[in-house]
Nanobody
Framework: EVKLVESGGGLVQAGGSLRLSCAASGFTFDAKAIGWFRQAPGKMREGVSC????????YYRDAVKGRFTISRDDAKNTVYLQMNSLRPEDTAVYYC????????WGQGTQVTVSA
């Protein structure tokens, strides 16, 4: 069974930083691209960033480019999201998932950025 456990969220002031972690199990982690997604209140879930398997190519949505950095540690089946220069509009619940996404989403981790 696929299991995804996100952690590292919290309450920070604008301009602050957080590092999210996602521990994955139940699938061949190093064979999958992994993505971070977020869902703000009243909005649809959106993709934030992803990292490919093998060569580690990365993608970021325009709103987070230059501020967020995704990385992965295949030995630990873990993906990270370093978030710097946080803005109030980054407030959301953050999730990770394989790409293509698995139907078993984790509980997410809440990120709240105060102005």
């Amino acid at each position: 069974e696929v299991k995804l456990v996100e952690s590292g969220g919290g309450l920070v002031q604008a301009g602050g930083s957080l590092r999210l972690s996602c521990a994955a199990s139940g699938f061949t982690f190093d064979a999958k691209a992994i993505g971070w997604f977020r869902q703000a209140p009243g909005k649809m879930r959106e993709g934030v960033s992803c990292i490919s398997q093998r060569d580690g190519s990365t993608y970021y949505r325009d709103a987070v480019k230059g501020r967020f950095t995704i990385s992965r540690d295949d030995a630990k089946n873990t993906v990270y999201l370093q978030m710097n220069s946080l803005r109030p509009e980054d407030t959301a619940v953050y999730y990770c998932n394989s790409i293509p996404t698995n139907s078993n989403w984790g509980q997410g981790t809440q990120v709240t950025v105060s102005a």
